[in-house]
C-alpha cells in the first residue's frame, strides 16, 4: 500500500446545478472516499466554494485534482496539507437539561472545552463546539465515556482558509481576465 | 423578418443559433421529445442539410467523423430517452479522441421532469463524465447562449463532445431570438499560459541533444499546426514518429517521418524511443498502446511535453519540460530559439530496423508468393490507386492496425479512427460524415466483417444519399483482433470469434450498393480499379486469410521495444 495523506482540497465553481456531482464522481472513478464535504457561497458573487477533505495517495491527489479542474465550470481546484491551512469544524450537542443540571461531569466537560449554549429549554439544550475535528471527537467521546446520553449530534465538515492572505481564486480570475482581454472586446 | 420584439419559438431560435454557429449538416433522427425542433427545421432545409441516418449511434459517429476530417465541429440531433442514450458510444468516442461534436438531444417538458415519465432520462447526468459539458435547456431565454457556449466550449482547448438537453417546454415557449457570441468563458483556460522560461529550456535541451526523437500526435492536427510541426523537425533534423491518429500530420513519405509508434506501429520507432536522449512529444498523451510498460518506457531520455491540456502533463510519464499551450505556438516559438541542424547520422540508423521489419513482416505481408490475399496487400494496393491523396476512415481491430500500417498519406487530416475508445461500428458512419465534409476528396472505409455489422444499417444512408464511399471490407470470417490474442495468449482456444457471415454481395445489392467480391490475388487490381471507378458508393469485399496476424506486436505488459516480428 501507497501511503497516504489527509489533502483538504478547495474548489471554487460557477453557481450551476450539477456541480457537485461531477466533483463526487471524480472520487467515485478513482475509488477514494471523502472524509468531509462542506458547500457553501464564498466570499465572491455566484462563486461557490467547495471544502473536500479525503486521505489518498500523492499520486491520487494529483489526478483529482487535475480531473476536477478540467471539469467546465470548476474555477480552481487546489489541495493541501494541514500545515498550509487553519481549519475548523462546527459541532452541536443536544442533551437532556435534567442531565446538564444534575450531572457535574457533563458541565465541567462543557465548560472545559469552550462549548457555547445555543439553546435552553425545560426539556433540552443545545451546545455548540468550534475547533478542530480532533476536538470535536474528543468531547464526544468523553461525553459517552462519562455515560452522557447525547440526544443528537452534528458537525458541519471542515472549513479551511490557507495560510496565505489572498483568496487566491479573485486573482486567478482578474489574472485571467487580464490575459483574454482581446477576446473580451 | 428581425424586427426587435419579434417572439419566434425556442425551436426556431435553437435552429437560427445554430445557422450562426455555422451549422451547415445535421445528423439526426427524429422522436416525440424533439419534434418541435424538427418541425421549425423543415422551414430551413435551404441552409441546413440534415441526414437522416438509420441509429442514433450513427449520428454520432458521422458527426465525429465530419469533425475529423473537415476542422469543423460536427452536429446531431436526436430524441430524448431511447435516441439519447444511443449517441453514448459516439460521445464517449469523441471525448477520448478530443473531436469536437455537440450532440443536442430532447427531454421531456421540466413540469414531468422526475416523474419517470415516457422516454425520461436524466441525459445530462448520464452524459457529464463523458463529455466537455453536459447541460440542460430548461427555458427558451437560454437557448442562444447554450449553443454558443457548447460550440465555443467542443471547439476549443482541447476539443470534445458537447450535449445540450433541451426540454420540450424550451422548444415551444415563445422568446425574442437574440444572437449570442461565446469565446471566453472565466472558468476555462483554453489556452493555457506558456511558461517561457520552459521553452528556452525545451529549445537549450533540444540543441544539446545527439539523438532527439520526436512524438507527433493529433494536437497538431487539431491545432492547425501542420506547418509549424513542418518547420520545427526539418530546422532540428529531428525523426519523428507518429500517433495512429498523428499519422498524416506530414506526408508518409517525408524523411524524417519513421511512421506509427506502439504497439503495432514501426519497430524503429520503439527502439529508438528507448534509445533516444531527448523526447519530445508534441500533441499527444502517451496511451498504453504508445508506451507500453512504464516501467521501462523512455527511461534515459529527457522528456518534453508540448500540450494544451494541462491534465496530461505528467499524468502517465513523468515529463521534465513542460511546455503548456496550442502547439501551434509553442512549436513555432521552439523552432525559432533551436539552432539548425544535421543529424543524419542519427537518422540514419533507424534505417536498419526499417530494413529487420521490412524483411522479417511487410515484404511478407505486401508480397505473399502463395496462399490467401493478405490485409496489408489489398491496403496497400488501395492506398496506391489513389495516390495516396485518399482519407483513410477504420473500424478497429486487425483491419485497423494494418490500414494504419500500410495506407500512406499526403494530405492532413487524413486518417478517421476510434484511437482511444477503439468502437467497433465506427467506420461506415465515420465514413459518411466524411463524404459530406470532404465532397472534394476520395474516402476510403476498411472495416472487419464483424465491425460492419455493428452499424451495418448505415448503409441505408449511404444508399439514400448516395454518399460515395470506397468500402472496403476485409472479411477474415472472424473477430481477427481477438482472435490473434487467443492464438497467442490463450492457447489457441477460439472462445467465441469465428463468425458466421452473411452473403455481405446479397447484402449490398440489397441496398443498391456497386459491390464485389475478390479472392484471388491477380484479381485485385482490377477490382480496386472498378472501386474506385464506379459512381457513388461501393463495397469491395476481400476474402483475406482467415488467421493472419497484425505484426509486429509488442506483447501486453511488455517493454515497447520488445516486438514479436512472426508468431
Ligand atoms: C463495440 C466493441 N465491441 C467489442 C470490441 C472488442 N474487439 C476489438 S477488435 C474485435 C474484433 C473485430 O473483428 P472484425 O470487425 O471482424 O475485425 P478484424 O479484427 O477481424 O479485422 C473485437 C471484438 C470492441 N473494440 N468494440
Ligand atoms: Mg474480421
Known amino acids: 500500500m501507497e501511503e497516504t495523506t489527509l489533502y483538504t482540497i478547495i474548489v471554487h465553481s460557477e453557481n450551476f446545478s450539477g456541480i457537485l456531482n461531477q466533483i463526487a464522481a471524480v472520487f467515485t472513478r478513482l475509488q477514494v472516499n471523502i472524509e468531509s464535504l462542506n458547500v457553501s457561497a464564498s466570499s465572491m458573487k455566484n462563486v461557490h466554494k467547495f471544502t473536500i477533505s479525503c486521505k489518498t495517495t500523492a499520486k491520487n491527489i494529483d489526478k483529482i485534482l487535475k480531473q476536477i479542474n478540467k471539469k467546465m465550470d470548476v474555477i480552481n481546484a487546489s489541495c493541501y496539507t494541514d500545515d498550509e491551512i487553519f481549519q475548523s469544524e462546527i459541532a452541536m450537542f443536544k442533551i437532556s437539561t435534567d442531565e446538564f443540571k444534575n450531572s457535574e461531569d457533563t458541565s465541567r466537560l462543557l465548560r472545559g472545552y469552550n462549548t457555547h449554549i445555543v439553546e435552553v429549554t425545560p426539556d433540552f439544550i443545545v451546545v455548540e463546539l468550534a475547533g478542530s475535528s480532533e476536538a470535536i471527537n474528543s468531547l464526544y467521546e468523553e461525553l459517552t465515556r462519562i455515560g452522557c446520553a447525547v440526544k443528537q449530534f452534528v458537525r458541519s465538515g471542515k472549513v479551511a482558509v490557507t495560510a496565505s492572505t489572498l483568496e487566491k481564486v479573485s486573482d486567478l480570475l482578474s489574472k485571467r481576465a487580464e490575459r483574454y482581454k482581446d477576446r473580451l472586446q | ?567
Open chain 2, 1 to 567: 423578418m428581425n424586427n426587435e420584439n419579434e417572439k419566434v419559438s425556442g425551436s426556431e431560435a435553437l435552429i437560427r443559433a445554430l445557422i450562426q454557429e455555422g451549422v451547415d449538416t445535421i445528423f439526426g433522427y427524429p422522436g416525440g421529445a424533439i419534434m418541435p425542433v424538427y418541425d421549425a427545421l423543415y422551414d430551413h432545409l435551404d441552409e441546413i442539410n440534415h441526414i437522416l441516418v438509420r441509429h442514433e449511434q450513427g449520428a454520432s459517429h458521422a458527426a465525429e467523423g465530419f469533425a475529423r476530417a473537415s476542422g469543423r465541429t460536427g452536429v446531431c440531433l436526436v430524441t430524448g430517452g431511447p435516441g439519447a442514450t444511443n449517441t453514448l458510444t459516439g460521445i464517449a468516442d469523441a471525448m477520448l479522441d478530443s473531436t469536437p461534436i455537440v450532440v443536442i438531444a430532447g427531454q421531456i417538458a421540466t413540469e414531468y421532469i422526475g416523474t419517470d415519465a415516457f422516454q425520461e432520462v436524466d441525459f445530462t447526468c448520464v452524459t457529464q463524465p463523458i463529455c466537455k459539458w453536459s447541460y440542460q435547456i430548461s427555458t427558451p431565454e437560454e437557448i442562444t447562449w447554450a449553443v454558443a457556449r457548447a460550440f465555443f466550449i467542443a471547439r476549443s482547448g482541447r476539443p470534445g463532445p458537447v450535449v445540450l438537453s433541451i426540454a420540450k417546454n424550451a422548444q415551444v415557449g415563445m422568446t425574442e431570438y437574440v444572437p449570442r457570441k461565446v469565446n471566453y468563458i472565466r472558468s476555462y483556460d483554453d489556452e493555457p499560459e506558456t511558461d517561457m522560461r520552459m521553452v528556452e529550456e525545451a529549445a537549450a535541451a533540444i540543441n544539446a541533444a545527439k539523438k532527439p526523437f520526436v512524438l507527433a500526435g493529433q494536437g497538431i492536427e487539431l491545432g492547425n499546426a501542420q506547418d509549424e510541426f513542418r518547420a520545427f523537425v526539418e530546422k532540428g533534423g529531428l525523426p519523428f514518429g507518429c500517433t495512429l491518429h498523428g499519422l498524416s500530420v506530414l506526408p508518409s513519405s517525408h524523411p524524417l517521418n519513421m511512421g506509427m509508434l506502439g504497439m503495432h506501429g514501426n519497430y524503429c520507432n520503439n527502439v529508438k524511443t528507448n534509445e533516444c536522449d531527448v523526447l519530445i512529444a508534441v500533441g499527444m498523451r502517451f496511451d498504453d498502446r504508445v508506451t507500453g510498460n512504464l516501467a521501462t518506457y523512455a527511461k534515459q531520455a529527457k522528456v518534453i511535453h508540448l500540450d494544451i491540456d494541462p491534465s496530461e502533463i505528467g499524468k502517465n510519464v513523468p515529463v521534465d519540460i513542460p511546455v503548456l499551450g496550442n502547439c501551434r505556438k509553442t512549436l513555432a516559438m521552439l523552432t525559432e530559439r533551436i539552432a539548425p541542424a544535421d543529424r543524419s547520422s542519427w537518422v540514419d540508423s533507424f534505417e536498419a530496423y526499417r530494413k529487420e521489419e521490412f524483411d522479417r513482416v511487410i515484404n511478407k505481408e505486401l508480397h505473399p508468393e502463395s496462399g490467401p490475399l493478405n490485409m496489408g496487400e489489398v491496403i496497400d494496393a488501395v492506398s496506391e490507386a489513389t495516390g495516396r491523396k485518399a482519407i483513410l476512415v477504420t473500424d478497429v481491430g486487425q483491419n485497423q492496425m494494418m490500414a494504419a500500417r500500410y495506407f500512406k498519406f499526403t494530405e492532413r487530416r487524413s486518417i478517421l479512427t476510434s484511437g482511444g475508445m477503439g468502437t467497433m461500428g465506427y467506420c461506415i458512419p465515420a465514413a459518411m460524415g466524411a463524404c459530406i465534409a470532404r465532397p472534394d476528396r476520395t474516402v476510403c472505409a476498411f472495416t472487419g466483417d464483424g465491425g460492419l455489422q455493428m452499424t451495418v444499417q448505415e448503409l441505408g444512408t449511404i444508399m439514400e444519399h448516395r454518399l460515395p464511399v470506397k468500402i472496403v471490407l476485409l472479411n477474415n470470417s472472424y473477430l481477427g483482433n481477438v482472435r490473434q490474442w487467443q492464438q497467442l495468449f490463450f492457447n489457441r482456444r477460439y472462445s467465441f470469434t469465428h463468425l458466421e457471415n452473411p452473403d455481405f454481395q446479397t447484402l449490398a445489392s440489397a441496398y443498391g450498393i456497386a459491390s464485389r467480391r475478390v479472392i484471388e490475388r491477380a484479381e485485385l487490381k482490377d477490382a480496386v480499379k472498378e472501386m474506385l471507378e464506379t459512381d457513388g458508393p461501393f463495397l469491395l469485399e476481400a476474402c483475406v486469410a482467415e488467421e493472419g496476424n497484425v505484426l509486429p506486436m509488442t506483447p501486453p505488459g511488455q517493454s515497447i521495444d520488445n516486438m514479436l516480428m512472426e508468431c
